[in-house]
């Protein structure tokens, strides 16, 4: 049904809109932290649960395993995202947290195949579909939380804090990994140091809901409960009037999530796998990248709050467009620092910028009643089936066709295709109040 709330104008007193930016924010971050740990290891990982005379074949079984993770979101968004539209926003955020650190920290006391063999890839497969489902429910659940605290002037700038935390978790766990890799020897590494980070997620899980369960709920959703529009069945309603929407919401997130899993989580492993630097190297050159990101991300949600989504994202699928190639040309042939770093900082903008748009836009082109949902089902069928995927299709593309360039293949096809949908599909969102 239609819901009488949607052109209201109510928005969080100031401080009650800190403690949530706070709170989605830093569980955000402690939940990307875990799920990031795994590609961050990839090369280890593949070494003691997927051995082979291939290096290239265990690693491309290590980031099939990586990819398993992602087909679970979809389940993850359906189950949390209805959970979200019917009892809160808050609520759900709160059981992703526990379900993130406590499948984090089973992964960092598993043995390995040489330990117990065949069993050793199952169980690892077995708990990152479980940190699939807590992550596909977390993202659409947060980005919804912080756009309902938002309002039209500020919400690109309130949203941009849930991709400013996932780059903290990010950086701190390619930071634990630099620091892991350049004290530890290689046979330590292999022992016993990889499973530190993991450890962590007990630690984290009670902390990120100790946070988030003493925030309140959204000024929007509280809204909507206090109308009686909560939605009976948001999915099915979702897909019978929003179907426009869900296809925009699809196509917008096919190239943000290619080049986001591509340059945040795959890099390490490119430059040290394929372009032979040290995997210190590679994982030092990753945090620069993440610091690059997290302090433009803020930036580029206040110029969507400026000028508008849509400008912002198809500047950013352009860039992608027409960069990609030269830059990868440039790192893999001019070997240096200075290169690593000017080819990380542009890859970083870049990022910053679709995330900036696309993290306010997302929410935006959805109603609250089914916004959670919404994300939660169209987001996460996407990044499941091309940004789970894309370390293990960058991979396999250069295997396929010994060209060390090829994953910017895949990244310039996402780019196209996003760059596409927003020039003819999407209606710009800019300075509308929420739904």
């Known amino acids: 049904m239609e819901v009488s709330y949607q052109t209201s104008n109510q928005t969080a007193p100031k401080q009650s809109m800190a403690r949530a930016v706070l709170a989605g924010s830093i569980g955000n971050a402690l939940e990307w932290f875990d799920y990031g740990l795994y590609g961050y290891f990839a090369a280890i990982i593949s070494s003691l649960f997927f051995p082979s005379k291939d290096p290239l074949t265990s690693l491309m079984l290590t980031f099939i395993v990586f990819g398993v993770g992602f087909v679970m979101r979809p389940l993850g968004g359906l189950i949390f995202g209805h959970y979200a539209d019917k009892a809160g926003r808050r609520k759900a955020l709160a059981v992703t947290v526990i379900l993130m650190g406590a499948s984090t920290f089973a ?6 195949y040489a330990q117990i063999g065949v ?24 980005m919804s939380f912080l756009a309902e605290y938002g309002n039209e ?11 400013f935390s996932i780059a903290v978790g990010l950086l701190l766990g390619s930071a634990l990994g630099t620091i892991l890799t350049s004290v530890l020897s290689t046979e330590a590494l292999h022992a016993w140091g990889w499973r530190i980070p993991f450890w962590s997620g007990l630690l984290i899980a009670l902390f990120g809901m100790y946070v988030r369960s003493n925030v309140e709920e959204t000024p929007k959703y509280k809204e909507m409960e206090q109308a009686q529009a909560v939605a009976n069945m948001p999915v099915i309603e979702l897909l019978k009037k929003y179907r426009r929407e869900t296809i925009v919401n699809v196509g917008v997130v096919i190239g943000w999530t290619i080049s986001y899993w591509v340059t945040m989580a ?8 394929v372009l032979k630097y040290p995997l210190w190297i590679g994982m030092s050159f990753n945090t620069v990248l993440l610091i690059i990101f997290m302090i433009a991300i803020p930036f ?9 989504r849509k400008p912002v ?14 830059l990868f040309y440039l790192m893999s042939t001019v070997q240096t620092a200075g290169v690593l770093f000017f080819v990380m900082m542009v890859l970083a903008l870049l990022q910053a910028l679709i ?19 919404a994300i939660g089902v169209g987001y996460n069928f996407a990044v499941a089936v091309f940004g789970g995927t894309a370390p293990f299709v960058a991979t396999w593309l250069i295997s396929a066709t010994g060209d060390n360039l090829a994953p910017t293949y895949y990244l310039i096809a996402g780019a196209a295709l996003t760059f596409l949908v927003l020039a003819f599909l999407a209606e710009e969102t800019y300075k509308k109040p929420l739904k």
Not at 129 to 137: P, R
Not at 300 to 308: S, T
Request: overall charge positive; proline content about 7%; glycine content about 12%.
């Open 266 to 273: 795959y890099m390490p492993t490119y430059i040290s796998k």
């Open 119 to 142: 069993w050793a890839p199952i169980l690892l497969a077995v708990f990152r579909l479980i940190q699939g489902i807590s992550t596909g429910g977390e993202w659409g659940s947060c």
């Open 107 to 112: 992964i960092g006391c598993l043995p390995t």
């Open 355 to 373: 995330c900036g748009g696309a993290t306010v836009f997302i929410p935006e082109i959805f109603p609250t009643h089914v916004r959670c949902s």
């Open 153 to 163: 002037h500020n919400r690109g700038f309130i949203v941009s804090w849930s991709q």
């Open 300 to 308: 580029a949600g206040m110029l969507a709050d400026r000028i508008g």
């Open 313 to 326: 994202m198809m500047t950013a699928a352009a860039g992608f467009i027409v960069l990609s190639y030269p």
